[in-house]
Nanobody
Framework: QVQLVESGGGLVQAGGSLRLSCAAS????????MGWFRQAPGKEREFVAT????????EYADSVKGRFTISRDNAKDAVYLQMNSLKPEDTAIYYC??????????????????WGQGTQVTVSS
């Protein structure tokens, strides 16, 4: 069993930056694909970014490419999401996720085995 705890959310003005962190406990993340998803009010949860367990592969949703960067530190069992040039449409609850296979199933959410509880990100205009 893996417990994922996100932190780093908050209120920021458009154009600003935030760094989300996800810490794991209960089991090492070293063999897990990791990612971030988000859910805005009234919308379905959507894929944001994913990173392979070695960190050598990453993928991003088109809406965040060039602005967000996902990274991981396997020694600390942690994953990060650096968010720059934030826009009001980035406002959402952001969830950390862990799974076994890198690819489309993970990006769809069906390949996610563990979810964090979420952290709120609010971007004001």
């Amino acid at each position: 069993q893996v417990q994922l705890v996100e932190s780093g959310g908050g209120l920021v003005q458009a154009g600003g930056s935030l760094r989300l962190s996800c810490a794991a406990s209960g089991r090492t993340l070293r063999q897990c694909v990791m990612g971030w998803f988000r859910q805005a009010p009234g919308k379905e949860r959507e894929f944001v970014a994913t990173i392979s367990w070695t960190g050598s592969r990453t993928e991003y949703a088109d809406s965040v490419k060039g602005r967000f960067t996902i990274s991981r530190d396997n020694a600390k069992d942690a994953v990060y999401l650096q968010m720059n040039s934030l826009k009001p449409e980035d406002t959402a609850i952001y969830y950390c996720a862990a799974g076994g296979l890198y690819g489309s199933e993970f990006r769809r959410g069906t390949g996610v085995d563990y979810w964090g509880q979420g952290t709120q990100v609010t971007v004001s205009s």
